[in-house]
């Protein structure tokens, strides 16, 4: 079933003696804002992190390499294709579920035809109009059908013969840590392997840092890319375990800690805003921050602007995971439902 809902969520990590996200304009050191000892890490970070867990798991990526090799969008399309397309039934099939596809079919059915017309309509310049309007078509499908991180992420396609744009229903800000950080002052020396030889290079770690990303689920955008309940299950349990499954030297040392979502009812089109702002956390300026006993994190705010809303009939349900091994008395959350997003995909 596509996803009918808004939804907004904000999920928390920590990081102990780690670089969650090297600037390489910076020699990789940590991503900062240097003017107030915020720690800042990219969405585009999570969503590698998604990405990388879901190829692992079996799901199709559209957004990878080939081969372990980077190559250019319109030949990981042309590869998507010729994948997709080597089950001699998949066509009639495809054809045959989408009406609108059906009434711009231009090919044949067969998927050695499929390919030989496939490359010569994309050439003829008489029809490229219509060859741009049924590329579309097709490609939408092929997303809804077995693409999992343009469903969720979107993607600019910048493909010849493709022109339009899918805006994921997933959408992260940067995620920032909610007190200042230091960086370690150290200069151990790490060996950097290449490909004819190697280097040396200083590690660059945080101490301690509680991040917090933001992000929205758009129902509008979900009907676009084809985006399932299903899908928004297993992005849940895909940023909390790729970010787990993430064990390079650089990466240990990361541990998700929250994921708490608002899920509004089908006629509420808007959404509370940057959850993060909700959220206030405490500590002694005096003492070097090592570890979340030295904080004091409070969601009392972000629990009276839910009890708002639900007070209001805006909200169907507020779901949360929290890692066993914090207190989830000691955050004063709103009222949730538990969801289990260490449990396995598939």
């Given amino acids: 079933m596509i996803v009918k809902q808004n ?12 670089n969650p996200n090297g600037d390489p304009d910076q020699e990789n050191k940590p991503r900062m804002d240097y003017e107030t000892s915020t720690l800042l890490v990219s969405d585009a970070r999570r969503k590698r992190d998604c990405r990388d867990f879901l190829k692992e798991k079996g799901f199709r990526i559209f957004v990878d390499t080939l081969e372990d090799k980077k190559v250019p969008m319109d030949k990981m399309f042309e590869h998507i294709i010729d994948r997709y397309l080597n089950d001699e039934n998949i066509l009639s099939e495809l054809k045959k579920s989408i009406p609108e596809l059906q009434a711009s079919w231009l090919l044949g059915d067969q998927a050695s035809e499929f390919k030989e017309q496939y490359g010569k309509l994309k ?12 590329n579309n078509l ?5 997303i809804k059908d077995s693409l999992i991180d343009i469903r969720l992420f979107g993607s600019a396609m910048a493909v010849e013969g493709v022109s339009r744009t899918y805006t994921g229903p997933v959408q992260m800000n940067w995620g920032y840590s909610l007190h200042p950080v230091e ?6 020396i790490t060996s950097i392997m290449n490909d004819d030889n190697s280097t040396f290079g200083k590690k660059h770690k945080v101490h301690y840092a509680l991040v917090a990303h933001y992000g929205t689920i758009n129902k509008f955008s979900a009907r676009k890319t084809g985006m399932t309940e299903d899908d928004r299950e297993i992005f849940r349990k895909a940023l909390v375990q790729g970010m787990m ?11 998700p800690l929250l994921y708490l979502e608002i899920i509004y009812k089908e006629d509420f089109d808007g959404y509370l805003g940057d959850l993060r702002r909700f959220v206030n956390v405490d500590y002694d300026e005096q003492k070097a921050i090592r570890g979340m006993q030295d904080l004091k994190i409070d969601f009392s705010s972000l629990a009276e602007a839910v009890l708002y809303m639900k007070n209001n009939q ?25 969801v289990d997003l260490w449990e396995k995909i598939g």
């Fill in 314 to 338: 805006y909200i169907e349900k507020v779901i949360a995971w929290i890692n066993p091994f914090v207190k989830p008395e000691a955050l004063e959350l709103p009222q949730y439902e538990i």
């Fill in 183 to 188: 960086l370690v002052k150290s200069n151990t």
């Fill in 123 to 134: 050439k003829d310049n008489k029809k490229k109009s219509e060859f741009t309007a049924f």
């Fill in 138 to 142: 097709l490609l939408t499908e092929i």
């Fill in 7 to 18: 939804s907004e969520f904000i999920f928390l990590f920590e990081a102990s003696m780690t």
């Fill in 245 to 255: 499954n993430k064990q390079t030297d650089s990466k240990q040392g990361q541990m």
